[in-house]
Each structure stands twice: as C-alpha cells, then as structure tokens.
C-alpha cells in the first residue's frame, strides 16, 4: 500500500495542504498504539506499523518536494542518486547565479544578497510556470512518460535551485 492509498487520496503531484492534516489526524487516532494496549502483540505490531507508516505518509505528502520525489519514484522516473543529468543550457543559466554566490561568499554585501534572493525565487517561478499545467493535469495511470520526462527534470532544476538557496541561508545566518 503507497501513501497515497492510505490516506485515500489519487497520487497526485498537488495535494490540498488542509486534506492532507485533516487525514492524517484521522489515521492518527484511528491508529494510536495507546488505544490497542489490550489487544494481541500481533494487532499491536500491525497498529505501530500502521502508525508508522501514517507518520512517514505525512512527511511526504505535506512536502511539495518531497511528494513530488515519490510520485515520480512509484512511476520509476527518478535516476540513481548522483546520477541525475541537468540541462547543459540550465547549468549555463547558473553560473552567474553562482559566481554571485561566491562573490558574497568573499565579500557579503546586503544589497547583492537581496538582489540574488529575487533572482532565485524568479528563476524559481519561471521554472514551476513551465510543469504548472503538467503538475496540474497529473494522471497517474495515463499521464505520458514524456509528461513525466518534464516534469523529473523540473525536479532535478528546482533541487538545483534549493541548494543554492540553502548556501545563500548560510550567509544570512552569519
């Protein structure tokens, strides 16, 4: 059984925040180890496994990122950790992004660091603009490889993008 079968929802790339806590406090009590503590050993492993898995199914289904990384991993789309093969023409696009990055590396300036905050949430905006239709027409049985092909490299820029953003966060925190 995947997340998405457990919470009862389609595997979908876009999930209602709201659905997704709603459910999830719903299999939490229905689930709750306290609420089996007379029953069998056997029902109370099958209830912590079940109260595991709907705590692990919340972590993904919460996270855009990473319910986006599972929907394409149950279509077989994700490449070997470290394997993953970034666009020439992107990677082109960020080296101004990350000769910036290490300018302020060496010498912070506050201005250049709001200015390269902008340029990566824009960079970020324009990507998603590109997947927004495919993300939102998602059918999991029928949506085209070729779909899904945009889509996990969609993945692979944003990840890109957030690692950036995230060596960006350790400035701010100096």
């Known amino acids: 059984m995947d997340y998405f079968e457990l919470y009862d929802m389609s ?12 459910k999830f406090y719903q299999l939490s009590k229905q689930y709750h180890p306290d609420f089996y503590t007379l029953e069998s050993e056997e029902k109370q492993a ?3 496994e079940l109260s595991t898995r709907t705590n692990e199914a919340y972590q993904i289904l919460s996270d855009d990122d990473k319910r986006m990384k599972y929907v394409l991993s149950l279509r077989g789309m994700l490449d070997e950790e470290g394997k993953a093969q ?13 000769e910036a990055l290490m300018e302020l590396e ?12 902008n340029t990566l949430r824009e960079k970020e905006n324009a ?18 490889d070729s779909e899904l092909k945009k889509i996990k490299e969609y993945y692979y820029k944003k990840r890109y993008l957030l690692r950036i953003q995230e060596n960006l966060d350790k400035f701010a925190a100096r």
């Open 106 to 117: 060496f010498d912070f300036d506050e201005t250049k660091f709001s200015q390269l905050k």
């Open 11 to 22: 595997v979908s790339f876009l999930l209602d925040a709201d659905a997704v806590k709603r």
């Open 127 to 144: 990507l998603y603009e590109t997947v927004r239709a495919a993300l939102e027409n998602y059918q999991h049985e029928t949506t085209p």
């Open 86 to 98: 970034i666009p020439q023409d992107f990677l082109m696009d960020m080296m101004d992004v990350n």
């Open 46 to 48: 099958e209830i912590l």
